[in-house]
């Protein structure tokens, strides 16, 4: 069960991982650091949109419309880390 625990924590780290390069590469392509015509940018970014559309299309569709701010990415940030304290706190039942 232990082997459960830590492959659950590595999937959270890794969704951690691409939400943040999104959350990233998005301030960069806002900023105008890195265009969206360079063929391997817009390959990186239309895949990333791909992955993790299905987590924020009903965090959208739940919050209100606030203009330009999307607040989708934040809120499955604080998602994931109340799940990783969940896991920890009851990493006992796993062992």
């Keep these: 069960m232990t082997s459960l625990f830590q492959i ?27 265009n969206l015509r360079q063929p391997l940018v817009a390959q990186i970014w239309h ?26 990415p934040l809120v499955v940030l604080i998602g994931i880390y109340a799940l990783r304290i969940i896991l920890i706190n009851n990493a006992a039942a796993f062992y």
Aim: without cysteine; hydrophobic residues 65%; negative net charge.
């Design 8 to 34: 659950l924590m590595l999937i959270l780290d890794v969704v951690w991982f691409i939400l943040i390069a999104h959350i990233v590469m998005s301030w960069l392509i806002t900023f105008q650091v890195l």
């Design 47 to 72: 895949g990333l949109n791909r992955l993790l559309e299905p987590l924020y299309a009903p965090i959208r569709r739940l919050m209100p419309d606030l203009g330009g701010l999307d607040l989708a």
